[in-house]
């Protein structure tokens, strides 16, 4: 069963989903519940089975789909990819556990199976063509998502995430067959296979160009600025469990296809590119950060602060060595669950008062004290206190760059600063003074169920910020043979000082 | 006085001519049937044009079988050329023939279906779509072409509405124009080569190096516009929302499909030598077309109201997406043409089936037209199979994986890609996202709209046939793509083995 | 006199196909506008038959001899619309037809 | 010694967890009691620690587990005492305790009681774990963690807007200059290959100059937030908004004082590089006299002593960049003790005035309030350095320091100073305790606090005593194990003797001046209040409207214009290419007019114009065109 683990994760909820149509609506909810759980213990399971020491890709499963043009079925996970793929199953579990919308509630829970099927195909998937099926994929149940469950501009928030994501990764497609004929033309045969595709060494001028195209699609997705301004609609108008999703999972695709796709293929025209997506990555950091302090909604507050923190991780990404780049996959799983939980947490008081102006509130901390600590314990997590999760991201983001650019990396660390401006305003608005509003006076705080999505991600924003070794070591690894490959693979001699040699691999090939 | 010409039977290798032969003889036994007993069930005619079919079908497969033992086959003095371009496009039109058939038979009665004549002409007119690409010939070409549309022609009016027949009469027009059109070009490419075979013009073409390009110029635009008509690329496309909208869904459909692939196979006959003898200016023509043609067919169907008439424009862009195969003329292109074709066909033979079951009888008051988005609101909320079956086929159209029609899209712009069209590729990606929105309007429209009129029935005209079409084209678009890889070993070997 | 050449009867095709052409732009009558697209044809056959004989092939009038085929089928199928459309209408007229557009 | 090293460091999180699970609940005193005997464990355990290092014991090293492990980085939970953590372990759990216990009363009717001392331990914690890790990493965690427990203790009353507006600013504040360390931090890593201390300083010689400096300053700069150095000292006097027992552990005796700790901690690094030293050493000179002349005038209790913290931070700043570490760190001690005692008696004060903080409207508390007058009085005098309190052996070691190192201009400053700060601190405790009652009149009848909370007090105001006399010699000898041994002694006796009696002298004529002004009748001198100095001194120099005006608006109103900079111009750009096909196909629709004749027209154009194309290009020379197309990829 191991052998297939990745297909069973794939597959599973979407087999659930097909036979949830059957399933009686009052019972959904329990059905959700317990198809989530499942995937996700399995998703524990892989992690348990998962060597930590090896570097490359497991539970490897590979199928022919299209011989005739080089596309398989290919699956593998690495360092990188696990957590992720974890994170999606937990956050899915999570979101079905903790749902409180009423309308629909089949039709909802089965597009979100359907959802999580895509999610962790994205981030299994080790060709190509099968990454850009789910990455496309993706696109359909959250466009439900918004546009069915969504609030009062859901179908223009929901129709311009689908089709701006959708358009930036048809020009990533258009590069991916580029990527093919280049390996077509230097082999004679097709093959979209990422492990394949590492193998080939391009020119630099090409390597600049099909960067540019995959940087469409992932940037978008991030998404980075100035292709951000679909993510505040799509988060303003989504229900809570889709903002939860999109924030946490889908939004990494992005950074992961960044660490999957651009820097192992394109190694020196990530170097020469390095720079300028550093400046966007530090606009997308302050930028975002001020306009989220402009906002009147909370949620949307939160989602700004989702963008800005992007910019870290792209920033970490593009450090090209190993410190800034395990920063970077790291702190997309710190993101997914901090900003998963303060979404969480918007929705708690959304579904209590159905608005999210911060206006409407105020000394909410005297009502509800729970709340108020844990959405503290989340905002910390989120201007990044040490010993909470984030922390350890960003740390080793901006440390990692702080290698290539001393000005840069002071002017994304600003993200600490600027963070802590909109988080700790917002957190005054809503939550510090006297309550004057009538309708707060009886507000109820956090109840069981919400406690029961909001405990965990608390405890693991803790104990990963205390001890992140158990998730930082295969990244590590992981990320160091990602970049040894990049090394070897550069061309120039820019770029091959700028991306380190791992000391260990060098010793490996010695003897 | 002519001499005596010994013609043996063997030369004449009839074998070539058995595909169309079956077709037209079965036309003829539905006329026969029909005089000797009137009034019979709509059904019979339907099966037996069915069985035609059928063996039409297994005689292609056998020429297929020849060909690929034995190379293209020649016949009739040479007037009949059966490589495998000629296969493909009749396995096309034939398979869709029978898709499109059993639509007939819908629960609502609907006029035309009640007269045999109207099958007979349906089979006549794959008789002449078949003729059409399985010729080297104008002359044969130009028959083919006019016996399909001729029949087409009443087959549309038979549906007996003003809007029908407006629309029988604005493609008939047009039609006779472009079939003037089609002839003065022959004529032009006759005066300057003594020929009408278009290997025979090209040989001559080649020989004497172009030297009158510019009468060659003169026949190719006429010949151009013609198929430009037939193809409708933009602006010779004005007919086709107006057509579609006027003919039944299921004909929409249906024209949408086939007389499209016969005319890529002529336009590839035709068009490629030049492009590829050199005459750029073709190629810059065919370039900025293809692109017009994808873009502003899909702006238009942006502003559309009415679903059958945004897929027509819709349609009109997919036939620009594909005519790029044409242009960039490698064999990967060629491949991908009719591979898109192929997985086209069922998506959108879907899509159009899903309008003709949920198609009435009269129009409901406050629509102007059948099918207006404000028919599908709330679709998903009344009749949520339906409606996710529709969204299927939206989604196939717009090209998302890992629905059939990616897969299509994906070679033919890796073809692009190989071929060297960098921008086109990204042109012909980007169009896809412009699609994308019309097609979401729908999805929208279903999914996420309140119903607007309680008891709207998207199932009036729904009988077991429809549904399996429906059923049909459901699954091939979802699981086609286990298929694709064999698909184009199979069309990459026939295409490659015609020197396309 | 001017011998009659092969130019000629081509010029004079060209002139009778632009006429026809020029006819279906202008005629808003559905008749007349037939008898621009029969122009068109019979323009063409000129052609063909003056090539034919000049090249002493048979090709060019065995086309011909099917464009009056296809021309003659044509005008069948056209007029039968047309007179349905006039039974239904009571109009010839092409500025009537226009419910469809957009 | 790793048990009690763990005992010390872990008691107070242990004692600010149990307090948090009474968070939510009502008053309990178990949550004030337990945390109070917890810290008092961590005390004996710190001093055991410093008894066995006292006894010439090795440094104490352990590590707990990684934190952080990746490429080369490595990141222990590495904790280590020494002579100079230990010292620091011993100033905290002393003060920490005190406090605690102080607060039990003090908290007393307070609704947050539970959630008080969880902050407070927490913080605690965060303090310890500041003071006792190895390396630079640990440091920030507790670095950021006293920054966050000041930020819930500041606005620990969160219904007050002033509370809830000082906490973030003093967060936001400090996150500025973390930012700095942070980068200070990344310095060290790239350019030693490790943060930890030792690792690292002993790679530092190698280093180039100006990478050290660049090392030094970004570190110091994370100290000025900490320490509210100017220009970031804002916050600490808007800190006063927090309750009382915070502002005297946290704003006075350990928090503010981590800055300093950090250049101690760091010697090897600013022995290194002195002319960094020199302008830390000019830095803290300025802020003692800057802060100093705001407290002469300040008519709130708790900012005169917050001002009074600050002046007393510059000197040992003055002595940290002078490269007397062990002074600094000797100063930074003997303040703790007496700071606390002050800002503790002032809470006495605001306790029996109701909140009432301006000591103008307080008045003759002596006879009501003996033990507070005692207590507040003997920590003014240990402030202003008069033998034999523990001041003087501090302070004015500090003067002695800048003028054997030949800075006379510091020296001069730090002079004047000293006088300013004996005056502003007899100012308040004379307009306190002497001269006419002028509270009753607001119906304001004081009374002393409870006993237990005036016997938490008498260990600090033992040891602000008698800290300087016993503490300096042991101090000395354990300390300067590991801090350069530099004596600070001036050679001449003449000079020397002529300078402690001087300053002494001088310090005494400033006490005598300010009991002279206010502790009789208060006279408000209207002529002197509406000059430009003393306006000045009262707004604070200006500058926390200067920062509210053009940083704060400034920020507010930029953040504005880019939102709509994002509405406007990012997002109806997007909209705007969308518009474009969609405004096209609106445009040109009409094409499809519907009428036979206009298609047909169409068919006939697109003919012409195709031949009129070819006729161009069978003619016109195409090059060109073949040029472009090629671009375009399609030949």
């Known amino acids: 069963m191991l052998d297939h683990i990745l297909s069973i994760l794939i597959f599973f909820p979407a087999l659930a989903a097909i036979l949830g149509f059957i399933v009686h609506k009052d019972s959904m909810r329990a059905y959700g519940i317990i198809v989530a759980t499942v995937e996700f213990v399995l998703s524990l399971w892989l992690w348990y089975s998962f060597d930590a020491s090896i570097s490359g890709m497991q539970f490897m499963e590979q199928a022919n789909l299209i011989p005739a043009f080089g596309i398989s079925y290919l699956l593998g996970v690495d360092g990188i990819s696990l957590f992720i793929i974890i994170m999606a199953s937990f956050f899915t579990m999570l979101g079905i556990a903790t749902l409180t919308e009423t309308r629909r509630i089949k039709d909802l829970i089965i597009t979100l199976l359907f959802l999580q099927m895509t999610m962790i195909g994205v981030f299994a998937a080790l ?119 999109l924030a946490a999972v889908l939004l990494k695709m992005g950074t992961y296809a960044f660490i999957r796709f651009s820097l192992p293929l394109f190694p020196d025209a990530s170097v020469f590119f390095m720079y300028p997506v550093a400046i966007l990555a530090i606009i997308m950091i302050i930028y975002t950060a001020m306009v989220a302090y402009a906002q009147k909604d909370i949620k949307q507050v939160v989602a700004y602060s989702s963008v800005s923190h992007m910019g870290v991780i792209v920033l970490g990404t593009f450090a090209l060595n190993v410190e800034g780049i395990t920063g970077s996959v790291f702190l997309m799983i710190a993101h997914g669950i901090v900003s998963g939980a303060l979404f969480l947490l918007v929705g708690v008081i959304y579904d209590r008062r159905h608005t999210k102006l911060m206006s409407e509130f105020g000394g909410l901390a005297h009502v509800m004290p729970k709340y108020a600590l844990i959405f503290g314990i989340m905002m910390m997590a989120s201007v990044g206190l040490p010993l909470t999760i984030n922390f350890v991201g960003e740390f080793l983001s901006l440390l990692g760059f702080y290698k290539q650019s001393h000005m840069m990396t002071l002017l994304a660390g600003t993200a600490i600063i600027v963070g802590a401006i909109y988080m700790l305003a917002a957190y005054k608005k809503a939550f510090f003074g006297d309550v004057t509003k009538e309708e707060n006076k009886n507000l109820k705080d956090v109840n069981k169920t919400e406690l029961l999505g909001l405990i965990p991600l608390t405890i693991i924003a803790i104990w990963l910020g205390i001890y992140p070794k158990p998730v930082l070591e295969p990244i590590n690894n992981s990320v160091e043979a990602v970049v040894q490959l990049m090394h070897d693979k550069a061309i120039s001699p820019e770029a091959k000082s700028t991306i380190p040699s791992i000391v260990k691999f060098e010793t490996q090939e010695a003897h | 006085m002519l001499e005596a010409v010994n013609v043996s ?150 549906h007996n509405r003003s809007k029908s027949f407006e629309a029988a009469v604005k493609y008939f027009t047009m039609g006779a124009l472009a079939a003037g059109l089609f002839a003065f070009g022959s004529m032009v490419l006759y005066a300057l080569t003594g020929s009408v075979e278009i290997h025979q013009i090209a040989a001559v073409l080649a020989a004497d190096g172009y030297a009158n390009m510019g009468y060659v110029l003169v026949g190719t635009v006429m010949l151009l516009a013609s198929f430009a008509f037939k193809l409708s690329l933009v602006p010779f496309h004005t007919w086709t929302p107006d057509v579609y909208e006027g003919s039944s869904a299921a004909l929409a459909g249906y024209m949408s499909i086939v007389p499209k692939i016969a005319g890529f196979v002529v336009a590839m006959r035709l068009f490629e030598f030049l492009i590829h003898s050199g005459v750029v200016w073709l190629e810059v023509i065919l370039y900025a077309m293809v692109v017009i043609t994808m873009t502003m067919a899909n702006i238009w169907a942006i502003v559309q109201t009415d679903v059958k008439r945004m897929l027509a424009y819709s349609s009109v862009s997919h036939a620009g997406f594909v005519m790029s195969a044409v242009l960039i003329g490698t064999t990967q292109a060629n491949t991908g043409l009719f591979l898109y074709w192929a997985l086209f066909s069922f998506a959108n033979l879907g899509a159009f089936t ?15 037209s059948d099918h207006p988005f404000e028919k599908f609101s709330g679709m998903f909320q009344t009749s949520p199979i339906q409606a996710t079956l529709m969204a299927l086929f939206m989604l196939t159209l717009a090209g998302l994986p890992p629905f059939a029609l990616f897969w299509g899209k994906l070679y033919l712009i890796g073809a692009a890609v190989s071929g060297g069209f960098t921008v086109l590729a990204l042109i012909m990606a ?71 | 006199m001017m011998e009659i050449t092969l130019q000629h009867y081509l010029i004079l095709s060209t002139v009778l196909f632009v006429i026809g052409l020029i006819g279906v732009m202008r005629r808003k009558n559905l008749l007349l506008l037939f008898f621009a697209t029969e122009i068109l044809l019979n323009a063409v056959n000129i052609a063909f038959a003056a090539i034919s004989s000049y090249y002493g092939d048979m090709t060019g009038q065995m086309f011909a001899f099917f464009i009056i085929a296809i021309a003659a089928s044509e005008v069948a199928v056209g007029l039968g619309l047309l007179v349905l459309w006039y039974k239904r209408t009571g109009k010839i007229d092409l500025d009537t037809m226009t419910s469809m557009k957009g | 010694m790793e048990l009690y090293l763990y005992t010390a460091l872990f008691a107070p999180i242990v004692g600010s967890l149990f307090a948090a699970l009474f968070g939510m609940s009502k008053k309990n005193i178990i949550a004030g009691l337990v945390p109070s005997a917890l810290l008092f464990v961590s005390w004996l355990a710190s001093l055991k620690l410093l008894i066995y290092i006292l006894g010439g014991g090795e440094e104490v090293h352990v590590e707990l587990m990684t934190w952080m492990a990746t490429g080369d980085l490595y990141v222990p939970y590495g904790f280590i005492v020494d002579q100079v953590s230990v010292t620091m372990m011993m100033v905290v759990t002393t003060v920490s305790t005190v406090v605690h216990v102080y607060s039990i009363g003090y908290m007393d009717h307070d609704k947050g009681f539970n959630r008080f001392f969880a902050w407070l331990s927490a913080f605690v914690f965060s303090m310890m774990v500041l003071v006792m890790s190895d390396n630079f990493l640990g440091l920030f965690i507790g670095w950021e963690g006293v920054g966050v427990c000041s930020w819930g203790l500041i606005g620990f009353w969160y219904h007050k807007e002033t509370a809830t507006w000082a906490a973030n600013e003093a967060f936001i504040m400090n996150r500025i200059a973390d930012l700095a360390m942070l980068i200070g931090i990344f310095l060290v890593y790239w350019n030693t290959g490790s943060i930890q201390y030792h690792e690292a300083f002993a790679a530092m010689p190698a280093l180039d100059t100006s990478v050290l400096t660049a090392m030094g300053i970004f570190l110091f700069i994370g100290a000025m937030g900490k320490s509210a150095q100017f220009p970031l000292h804002t916050w600490l006097a808007d800190a006063m908004e927090g309750p009382t027992p915070v502002s005297a552990l946290i704003h006075a005796a350990t928090m503010v004082t981590a800055g300093v700790y950090l250049v101690v901690r760091a010697n090897p690094l600013y022995d290194l590089i002195p002319d960094v030293g020199l302008f830390i050493a000019s830095l803290g ?21 917050a001002y009074s913290t600050l002046s007393q931070l510059g000197y040992m700043f003055v002595a940290a960049g002078l490269g007397a570490y062990w002074v600094a760190l000797f100063h930074l001690m003997a303040h703790a003790f007496f700071k606390a005692l002050l800002f503790l008696g002032a809470g006495n004060v605001m306790h029996a005035m109701h909140d009432e903080l301006d000591p103008f409207k307080m008045g003759d508390l002596k006879t009501s309030m003996k033990w507070t007058w005692i207590f507040m009085t003997l920590a003014s005098v240990a402030l202003a350095g008069i033998y034999p309190l523990a001041g003087f052996f501090s302070k004015d070691l500090i003067l002695e320091v800048s003028f054997v190192e030949h800075h006379y201009i510091l020296y001069t400053v730090l002079l004047l100073t000293a006088g300013l700060t004996a005056f502003y601190s007899f100012r308040l405790v004379a307009l306190i ?32 005593v008698v800290a300087g006399m016993i503490f300096k010699t042991p101090y000395y000898e354990m300390v300067t194990q590991v801090l350069p041994a530099v004596e600070y002694h001036i050679h001449n006796h003449t000079t020397f003797w002529i300078m402690t009696i001087g300053t002494q002298l001088f310090v005494i004529a400033s006490i005598v001046y300010a009991y002279k002004k206010y502790a009789k009748a208060v006279k408000v001198d209207k002529k002197v209040e509406s000059g430009l100095l003393y306006q000045l001194l009262y707004n604070q120099y200006f500058i926390p409207q200067f920062y509210e005006e053009y940083f704060t608006k400034t920020y507010r109103e930029l953040s504005e214009m880019m939102w709509k900079l994002d509405m406007k111009v990012v997002d109806a750009t997007v909209d705007g290419v969308a518009n474009v096909f969609h405004g096209t196909g609106k445009a040109t629709h009409e094409m499809q007019n519907g009428n036979l004749s206009t298609m047909l027209r169409w068919m006939v154009i697109g003919t012409v114009v195709l031949l009129a194309l070819a006729a161009a290009f069978t003619f016109g020379q195409s090059e060109g065109v073949v040029k472009m197309l090629s671009g375009l990829g399609a030949i």
């Open chain 1, 127 to 245: 060709d190509a063509i099968l990454f850009y099926v789910f990455w496309e994929l993706s696109l359909v149940p959250m466009l439900l998502i918004i546009g069915i469950w969504g609030g009062p501009l859901r179908i223009y928030a929901s129709v311009k995430f689908f089709l701006y994501t959708f358009a930036g990764s048809l020009v990533m497609l258009v590069g991916m067959l580029f990527m093919a004929y280049f390996y077509y033309q230097a082999t004679g045969q097709w093959s979209f296979s990422l492990l394949e595709w590492y193998r080939l060494i391009l020119p630099e001028n090409i390597q600049y160009w099909l960067f540019v195209a995959f940087f469409f699609g992932f940037a978008i997705k991030v998404p980075m600025f100035p292709f951000h301004t679909w993510l505040p609609y799509a988060h303003g108008q989504a229900p809570t469990i889709g903002s939860v999703i």
């Open chain 2, 430 to 500: 980007l169009n896809s996202a412009v699609a994308g929105y019309y097609y979401l309007k729908l999805i929208v429209y279903m999914f996420m709209k309140e119903p607007l009129n309680e008891g709207q029935n998207y199932l009036v005209n729904a009988s077991t046939s429809l549904k399996a079409i429906i059923g049909m084209a459901a699954v091939a678009s979802i699981f086609l793509f286990l298929a694709v890889s064999p698909m184009i070993e199979f069309i990459g070997g026939f295409v490659y083995n015609s020197g396309y």
């Open chain 2, 9 to 158: 039977l063997a030369s004449l290798n009839v074998a070539t001519l058995v595909p169309m032969t079956i077709a037209v003889v079965g036309a003829l036994a539905i006329i026969v049937i029909d005089l000797i007993k009137g009034g019979l069930d709509k059904s019979l005619y339907v099966m037996i044009s069915m069985l035609f079919l059928l063996l039409d079908l297994g005689a292609v497969m056998g020429s297929a079988g020849v060909f690929a033992a034995n190379g293209t086959q020649l016949g009739f003095f040479d007037v009949m050329l059966i490589d495998g371009l000629a296969i493909l496009a009749q396995i096309v039109i034939v398979v869709a023939s029978m898709m499109f058939i059993p639509l007939a038979l819908t629960s609502k009665r609907f006029h035309e279906f009640s007269y045999p004549e109207f099958f007979a002409l349906f089979l006549f007119m794959i008789a002449g779509f078949q003729f059409m690409v399985a010729s080297d010939n104008l002359i044969l070409i130009f028959v083919g072409l006019e016996t399909a549309s001729l029949a087409l022609y009443p087959m549309i009016a038979l």
């Open chain 4, 433 to 464: 305790f002497h001269g006419d009652d002028r509270h009753t009149e607001n119906g304001v009848h004081p009374h002393e606090a409870y006993n237990f909370m005036l016997y938490a007090m008498l260990p600090l105001a033992i040891l602000a």
């Open chain 2, 354 to 368: 899903m309008l003709w079951v949920s198609r009435q009888k009269v129009l409901l008051p406050g629509q102007s």
């Open chain 4, 285 to 305: 000179a300025f802020v003692a006299m800057f802060a100093a002349t705001m407290a002469l005038v300040n008519r709130d209790m708790k900012r005169i002593i």
